[in-house]
């Protein structure tokens, strides 16, 4: 089984920055395209980012393009997130997600495996 741990979320102030962390514990890390998603109170769970196994095809969502960065490690198994210029709309559950042989989707539906998430709140 393949588990997901989410770390680094916390309260900013709008213009601040976050990293966020997800560990994967698996002995195949590379195979899995990593996805990040979130979910704010009473929303359904929206994309954010994703990076393909090898790290060549990376995607974000519209509204966080050029603010936000999703990096691999494939030698500690671990996907991070750096966001940058949080703005009060960021707030929300931030998850990560494990794509079995993908490429990077925007679906929710794609992803395996999930982590638990961690809150990110940005303070106006």
């Known amino acids: 089984q393949v588990q997901l741990v989410e770390s680094g979320g916390g309260l900013v102030q709008a213009g601040g920055s976050l990293r966020l962390s997800c560990a994967v514990s698996?002995?195949?890390?590379?195979?899995?395209?990593m996805g990040w998603f979130r979910q704010a109170p009473g929303k359904e769970r929206e994309f954010v980012a994703a990076?393909?196994?090898?790290?060549?095809?990376?995607r974000y969502e519209d509204s966080v393009k050029g603010r936000f960065t999703i990096t691999r490690d494939n030698a500690k198994n671990t996907v991070n997130l750096q966001m940058n210029s949080l703005k009060p709309e960021d707030t929300a559950v931030y998850f990560c997600?494990?794509?079995?042989?993908?490429?990077?989707?925007?679906?929710?539906?794609?992803?395996?495996?999930w982590g638990q998430g961690t809150q990110v709140t940005v303070s106006s």
């Open positions: 698996t002995d195949t890390f590379s195979s899995y395209a």
């Open positions: 990076i393909s196994n090898s790290g060549d095809n990376i």
């Open positions: 997600a494990a794509d079995y042989l993908g490429y990077g989707s925007t679906w929710v539906k794609n992803y395996d495996y």
